[in-house]
């Protein structure tokens, strides 16, 4: 990076990873309440595989002139902070952006944010590490506040997706609100599922009490729901139809800088799960994009600028 510019990953006319090009774009100063961070690490999400593939500029979600920002969640450290900010420069953080439409993204040197969407990264924690958690940590935590604690007669949860990182969240965070957890993953996903608490199936019956759709199953997974039972997905643009009684809600992850905080100390401790696939340069983000397109791929691809 020179004086004036850094480097990021964008997408002018989104059509899959090889649309994926680096730019500089001018170094901007931090506003009022607002921090600039470093990036160290950002993940990389089944969302900006969409972004990459213009899913959801065909939505109508996206409307950026000349090129769009890629990434969610992020690690690095603060370079720079605006007024207002208590944090100061070269603390350790971690976060995610706020929404689809946007110039920015974390596949990028810097990045400037709202301080209330970072969280402090606790000692111990590897920024590659911790890159990881923001968007999916905090998606399974806000899952679960739209399904509520179980009641006390039907608490038998299935968790579609339970070896991806919503589903392995979610798994691991049910429990503490009444839940008991069962996995629907790949056969060879048994033992990971089994180590996160959970009961384990690959060919899950019909009847349960709610699902968690971490494995984005849609209509498929509504008719595992029991008459009158509770359904939660993943995806706010394809909310599948109520029916038999069964309420049905999406969640849309929201950027929430206490509860990321908790979610990190916990993933510090050995009480989440975290996995990394592979670290990769950001020069590489197509090679990641298109080793996740073809599934099977367990933990996350990291991108280092
Ligand atoms: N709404 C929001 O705010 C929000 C936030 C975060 C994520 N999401 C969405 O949540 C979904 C999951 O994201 P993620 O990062 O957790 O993805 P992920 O890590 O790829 O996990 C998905 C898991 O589901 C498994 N799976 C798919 N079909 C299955 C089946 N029929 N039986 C058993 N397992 C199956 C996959 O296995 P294979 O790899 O073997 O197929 C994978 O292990 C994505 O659609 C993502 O866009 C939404």
């Known amino acids: ?80 902070v ?74 038998r949860l299935l968790v579609t997706g339970a070896a991806g990182a919503v589903g392995a969240y979610t798994a691991a965070l049910a429990p503490e609100r009444g839940w008991r957890v069962t996995g629907l993953a790949r056969e060879q996903d048994e033992e990971f599922v089994r180590s996160l608490g959970a009961e384990f199936t690959a060919a899950p019956e019909r009847g349960w009490d709610a699902v968690a759709d971490g494995a984005a199953l849609q209509e498929a997974a509504v008719a595992l729901v029991r008459d009158g039972g509770a359904f939660v997905g993943v995806q706010p643009s394809a909310r599948p139809a109520a029916e038999r009684g069964i309420s049905v809600d999406v969640v849309v992850t929201h950027p929430d800088g206490a509860r990321l905080g908790d979610l990190l100390a916990r993933t510090a401790a050995g ?18 994009h298109r080793a996740m397109a073809k599934g099977g791929v367990r933990g996350r691809y990291v991108l280092v600028p």
């Open 1 to 80: 990076m020179n004086a004036a510019t850094y480097r990021a990953a964008v997408v002018r006319t989104p059509a899959g990873p090889d649309s994926i090009e680096i730019v500089d774009v001018p170094l901007t100063a931090p506003g009022p309440g607002e921090v600039r961070v470093e990036i160290a690490a950002a993940g990389v999400n089944p969302v900006d595989l969409g972004v990459v593939n213009g899913v959801f500029h065909a939505l109508g979600m996206v409307h950026q002139p000349e090129h769009t920002g890629i990434g969610w969640d992020f690690a690095g450290t603060i370079a720079a």
């Open 82 to 155: 605006g007024p207002g900010v208590e944090l100061a420069v070269g603390t350790r953080v971690a976060g995610l952006v706020d929404g689809f439409d946007r110039d920015f993204g974390p596949y990028a040197e810097q990045l400037v944010i709202p301080a209330a969407q970072l969280a402090v990264v606790p000692d111990g924690l590897d920024l590659t590490v911790a890159a990881t958690v923001p968007v999916n940590a905090l998606a399974a935590a806000q899952l679960l506040d739209l399904l509520g604690d179980a009641p006390a007669d039907g608490n």
């Open 271 to 288: 009480e989440l799960p975290a996995r990394v696939q592979a670290v990769l340069p950001l020069a590489q983000a197509a090679e990641a």
